[in-house]
């Protein structure tokens, strides 16, 4: 998973039927020290989060383990809102 | 997912039979602020989506959730056509 | 998936049995200007693509697909030769 | 798998129900001369990991098989925790 | 798939259980020039791989299929030792 802030939304009136309820949120992955790490991506939300907040999201198939049974074909999304991370 | 414009098409006679229907089409990935972003790739589309349009697409097996219970071969597929994005 | 040309092939005796009776090529990633983009990788063939032929792939256990019910452990396959691509 | 260091943790309250229970480390990958090697990112633990610890950690879907039968929704799992490698 | 090159091995006593009977080997991914190409890694061996033999290894979920029906917990496994490779 990566740390994230959201920065915007994606307005899309022809989508995948199984996207078509859900929150789509541009992200800027974060490095460890609150800096931007890597390009900007499209996720779905499970969790509430909004424009500004910092989150954790994860890649791959297991970004739709939170809409099982649907098959939400996404490769992104957001599992957590952050409180605040700590460098041990 | 990433944001992405549809820049062209492939035409290829011998290919695998699940791709055989489909159309093959030329991706940019765009940054958040519409700049490329990353290297071109060929994706499936199962929204009716042209050259020069906007889209998100999705990368992974979850590409070929759109087209279940046929397994396409395919680990990039576009899920929606893009109206317009906002960054807050 | 992602445009390549074939650009050799591997010989190993010792390997994954599933792996056996395939043809394991050298792909050298293309992008959509046709100039080499990213590194080089080995994939397995189910659509009878040879040397200097221009091809698209797929990664991911995607690539096993073709193969089904056989579990091949590859992460990238060719599904399809290119006759041409149009940039739009 | 990837070598790395574990460097801190990340605090969430909201966050998807199957993620509740389980730490949340903040990684740093190193290469095979130590050096750090790559951004850092967030990884679930199985094993008993702690900041400060050397370890091994597994990408992807593969990242929920210690959990198993729960779903986790992570693409990042600690598996190991390293003594020492060698470089023949 | 890609060609690698066996570099090291890990010892790590407090592992996930499915890891626990396997080889932990370093590799190091080479480019079909057979120059070093990237990141070292750590991958699962199920061919009878050592260092300084050069091979070929999967990442994925697909690395975990040598091992069907344990349900290993890696992301990149070696599934073929190179004879030779030949650029046309």
Chains 1, 2, 3, 4, 5 share one sequence.
Do not use: C
Not at 21 to 47: F, I, M, Y
Not at 69 to 80: H, L, M, R, S, Y
């Amino acid at each position: 998973m990566q740390l994230a802030r959201v920065i915007g939304d994606v307005v899309a009136t022809y989508k995948d039927p199984n996207l078509s309820s859900l929150k789509l949120l541009v992200l800027q992955p974060l490095a460890a020290d609150g800096s931007d790490a890597g390009r900007t991506l499209v996720a779905v939300d499970s969790v509430g989060a909004g424009v500004g907040e910092t989150v954790f999201f994860v890649r791959g198939k297991e970004a739709s383990f939170p809409f099982y049974p649907t098959e939400v074909p996404t490769d992104a999304g957001i599992v957590g809102i952050v409180d605040h991370w700590d460098l041990g």
